[in-house]
């Protein structure tokens, strides 16, 4: 049977697999995997084909019994959120996350606000793949779509504030530059650093199906203009979403970008060592996919790092089988603050940095630089699936004298390097990433990943 989750939901491009009649049929799998009678919150971002999605998801659920409540266009945190605090069985969001501008997707949230867990996907599929379709008496399809925006709008923004020390980053005046992608980051972040007296300086704030102002993707090549614009605007950070906020790339006052891994250091770090989130383990969950300054970093204040596959869903249910932790990231700027929710989450993410900047009494840039210094290179090739399991197995043999870690792909350790090989969950692509003490040695294992990659997979150009 095929599969259609990837890593974090299903994903597909809008008039292919994307389409009103797919939503429908997935719409009826979903109502029957939570139940006729359950309470089921639905949201999606700004994306193309949104609101036709949504209904068609909407339309299903109802066939077969479930009752369902809309919160609009906000962030999937912001729904997830809202699904635990507000009691509903689960919860849908339209969002294809930090995928380019053609794709939409669907998330799956259970009661407790975290992705279903990836077994219970195949529950979903399941469904999907029979043709389930409920044959209910009438009067199970009497209730109409709730409209519930602003409730999980005021809930979740309440919830973010209540969490850091308002009245201290108050007195900081902070200026924050937002670029909220064109997307529903627009309908949170700018609110949440209003209600902690900060001012907000957007960009890429207007909600646009087309992305007009950027890529999704929160990565360098999308944000040189808003690196720039950090640079000139004299502000004390920047902040990035994705297509649906649940990321948040830091920028520092020079304009650097710092990548999750980084970030999620310095924060685990800092609500680690206060006081005002007491009785969570000292200990956090990162991706393979993550720096090895992360043990670097937090091993010597005692913080435990654990390493997951990639993917933010693994890194939530594995946190919470394990009975806790202070917090979870990933390296693409998605950061879990246990506390308050343990999803990805771009508008609490901003919230806690500012606390940090407002306790530590020191800018962003002067934090970054006290993290162990390596130099990060990320690419992509497009690869079919057998493409990059082929990649996975040439790095492998070619780098057989050295560490390997093979949870995710692979991960290769040197005595001065890093890469990970490993295929996308939601993309046709192959992701390779290195790091190194400079940047050209970074530079040159990843290009030799390549070639091998191209010689080895694609029987394009030559091995080195």
């Given at each position: 049977?095929?599969?259609?989750?990837?890593?974090?939901?299903?994903?597909?491009?809008?008039?292919?697999?994307?389409?009103?009649?797919?939503?429908?049929?997935?719409?009826?799998?979903?109502?029957?995997?939570?139940?006729?009678?359950?309470?089921?919150?639905?949201?999606?971002?700004?994306?193309?084909?949104?609101?036709?999605?949504?209904?068609?998801?909407?339309?299903?659920?109802?066939?077969?019994?479930?009752?369902?409540?809309?919160?609009?266009?906000?962030?999937?945190?912001?729904?997830?959120?809202?699904?635990?605090?507000?009691?509903?069985?689960?919860?849908?969001?339209?969002?294809?996350?930090?995928?380019?501008?053609?794709?939409?997707?669907?998330?799956?949230?259970?009661?407790?606000?975290?992705?279903?867990?990836?077994?219970k996907e195949a529950i979903v599929e399941d469904y999907y793949f029979k043709g389930h379709e409920a044959n209910l008496p009438w009067r199970s399809m009497v209730y109409d779509v709730a409209d519930v925006t602003q409730a999980v709008i005021d809930t979740y923004v309440r919830a973010v504030v209540s969490q850091v020390d308002a009245e201290l980053i108050a007195r900081k005046e902070f200026r924050v530059l937002v670029d909220c992608a064109n997307s529903v980051g627009a309908v949170t972040t700018p609110l949440i650093l209003r209600e902690?007296?900060?001012?907000?300086?957007?960009?890429?704030?207007?909600?646009?199906?087309?992305?007009?102002?950027?890529?999704?993707?929160?990565?360098e090549e999308n944000l040189a203009l808003t690196l720039r614009f950090v640079r000139e605007a004299g502000v004390n950070m920047g902040v990035a979403h994705d297509g649906d906020a649940d990321r948040a790339i830091l920028i520092d006052e020079r304009g650097r970008l710092i990548w999750g891994d980084r970030a999620?250091?310095?924060?685990?770090?800092?609500?680690?060592?206060?006081?005002?989130?007491?009785?969570?383990?000292?200990?956090?969950?990162?991706?393979?996919?993550?720096?090895?300054?992360?043990?670097?970093?937090?091993?010597?204040?005692?913080?435990?790092?654990?390493?997951?596959?990639?993917?933010?869903?693994?890194?939530?249910?594995?946190?919470?089988?394990?009975?806790?932790?202070?917090?979870?990231?990933?390296?693409?700027?998605?950061?879990?603050?246990?506390?308050?929710?343990?999803?990805?989450?771009?508008?609490?993410?901003?919230?806690?940095?500012?606390?940090?900047?407002?306790?530590?009494?020191?800018?962003?840039?002067?934090?970054?630089?006290?993290?162990?210094?390596?130099?990060?290179?990320?690419?992509?090739?497009?690869?079919?699936?057998?493409?990059?399991?082929?990649?996975?197995?040439?790095?492998?043999?070619?780098?057989?004298?050295?560490?390997?870690?093979?949870?995710?792909?692979?991960?290769?350790?040197?005595?001065?390097?890093?890469?990970?090989?490993?295929?996308?969950?939601?993309?046709?692509?192959?992701?390779?990433?290195?790091?190194?003490?400079?940047?050209?040695?970074?530079?040159?294992?990843?290009?030799?990943?390549?070639?091998?990659?191209?010689?080895?997979?694609?029987?394009?150009?030559?091995?080195?």
């Amino acid at each position: 049977m095929a599969k259609l989750f990837g890593t974090d939901g299903v994903r597909g491009v809008v008039g292919d697999l994307m389409t009103p009649t797919f939503a429908l049929r997935m719409g009826h799998a979903i109502g029957a995997y939570f139940g006729s009678g359950s309470r089921v919150l639905l949201a999606r971002d700004a994306r193309a084909a949104g609101d036709a999605l949504a209904r068609a998801v909407a339309a299903g659920l109802m066939a077969e019994g479930v009752k369902v409540y809309y919160a609009g266009m906000v962030p999937t945190p912001t729904l997830q959120y809202g699904v635990k605090a507000l009691g509903f069985d689960g919860g849908v969001m339209i969002t294809a996350s930090h995928n380019p501008r053609e794709y939409n997707g669907i998330k799956v949230i259970e009661h407790d606000g975290v992705e279903i867990p990836h077994e219970k996907e195949a529950i979903v599929e399941d469904y999907y793949f029979k043709g389930h379709e409920a044959n209910l008496p009438w009067r199970s399809m009497v209730y109409d779509v709730a409209d519930v925006t602003q409730a999980v709008i005021d809930t979740y923004v309440r919830a973010v504030v209540s969490q850091v020390d308002a009245e201290l980053i108050a007195r900081k005046e902070f200026r924050v530059l937002v670029d909220c992608a064109n997307s529903v980051g627009a309908v949170t972040t700018p609110l949440i650093l209003r209600e902690l007296g900060a001012r907000a300086l957007t960009l890429n704030c207007n909600l646009d199906p087309g992305f007009p102002g950027r890529n999704p993707e929160p990565n360098e090549e999308n944000l040189a203009l808003t690196l720039r614009f950090v640079r000139e605007a004299g502000v004390n950070m920047g902040v990035a979403h994705d297509g649906d906020a649940d990321r948040a790339i830091l920028i520092d006052e020079r304009g650097r970008l710092i990548w999750g891994d980084r970030a999620g250091s310095l924060l685990t770090r800092f609500v680690a060592g206060s006081g005002r989130w007491k009785g969570y383990p000292p200990k956090t969950y990162t991706a393979v996919s993550s720096s090895q300054l992360v043990e670097e970093y937090l091993k010597p204040v005692g913080i435990s790092v654990v390493w997951t596959p990639v993917g933010s869903v693994t890194i939530a249910r594995s946190i919470l089988r394990d009975g806790g932790a202070i917090s979870g990231f990933e390296d693409n700027g998605g950061y879990m603050h246990v506390p308050h929710h343990p999803v990805r989450d771009g508008g609490m993410t901003t919230a806690l940095a500012l606390h940090m900047l407002a306790s530590e009494g020191r800018s962003l840039g002067e934090l970054y630089d006290s993290l162990p210094q390596y130099y990060a290179v990320k690419t992509k090739v497009e690869a079919t699936r057998e493409q990059a399991a082929c990649g996975v197995e040439a790095v492998k043999e070619a780098f057989s004298g050295y560490r390997q870690i093979t949870i995710d792909g692979v991960k290769v350790i040197g005595d001065d390097f890093w890469v990970l090989v490993r295929p996308s969950g939601t993309e046709p692509i192959m992701r390779i990433s290195a790091e190194a003490r400079t940047r050209e040695r970074a530079e040159a294992i990843a290009e030799q990943v390549k070639e091998l990659f191209m010689a080895k997979c694609r029987g394009e150009g030559r091995s080195p």
